[in-house]
């Protein structure tokens, strides 16, 4: 499976869809990248003077590359057996800490290293930098990923 393939089975579109290219994908780990527009709704109320990217978005965008993406990764067969289906995901946990802020046009990678993966559930160790190779954020992130049948 292609790294852009992976992206175009994300079950996000934008305007929240927070992954834009994928770097490195293996069993183990992925690396994924984004820019945070500063067109981007949220930076409008979030600070009113100084606009940094919200905590919340920051997770989301490591679940969808951390998680997400290397979960799809790692269902691959059973997505290419499966062409009539959707990949439904459900976050169970989140644990970050946050050292940075993001702001309006800064480019952000994320690194994700799984921890485990069974019963689809995926639990992953992420990291994310800014492009001043900065530590955002890091934490433990798990969900569930599944394919249902498209109706």
Same mark, same amino acid.
């Given at each position: 499976?292609?790294?852009?393939?992976?992206?175009?089975?994300?079950?996000?579109?934008?305007?929240?869809?927070?992954? %834009?290219?994928?770097?490195?994908? !293996?069993? +183990?780990?992925?690396?994924?990248?984004?820019?945070? /527009?500063? #067109?981007? =709704? @949220? &930076?409008?109320?979030?600070?009113?003077?100084?606009?940094?990217?919200?905590?919340?978005?920051?997770?989301?965008?490591?679940?969808?590359?951390?998680?997400?993406?290397?979960?799809?990764?790692?269902? %691959?067969?059973?997505?290419?057996? !499966?062409? +009539?289906?959707?990949?439904?995901?459900?976050?169970? /946990?989140? #644990?970050? =800490? @946050? &050292?940075?802020?993001?702001?309006?046009?800064?480019?952000?990678?994320?690194?994700?290293?799984?921890?485990?993966?069974?019963?689809?559930?995926?639990?992953?160790?992420?990291?994310?930098?800014?492009?001043?190779?900065?530590?955002?954020?890091?934490?433990?992130?798990?969900?569930?990923?599944?394919?249902?049948?498209?109706?």
């Amino acid at each position: 499976m292609e790294n852009k393939d992976i992206i175009d089975l994300l079950p996000y579109k934008a305007p929240f869809l927070f992954v %834009e290219e994928l770097l490195e994908v !293996n069993e +183990d780990r992925v690396v994924g990248s984004y820019t945070f /527009s500063r #067109d981007l =709704d @949220f &930076y409008q109320g979030h600070f009113k003077d100084f606009p940094i990217t919200p905590g919340v978005i920051l997770t989301e965008c490591c679940a969808q590359i951390g998680l997400v993406c290397l979960g799809i990764f790692l269902l %691959e067969t059973y997505i290419a057996e !499966n062409k +009539d289906s959707n990949i439904s995901v459900g976050l169970s /946990s989140s #644990d970050m =800490d @946050f &050292y940075h802020p993001v702001l309006p046009d800064e480019k952000v990678t994320v690194t994700s290293e799984k921890i485990y993966f069974r019963f689809n559930k995926l639990k992953c160790r992420v990291k994310m930098h800014n492009a001043a190779g900065q530590l955002v954020c890091k934490g433990i992130i798990s969900g569930m990923l599944k394919l249902k049948d498209i109706e």
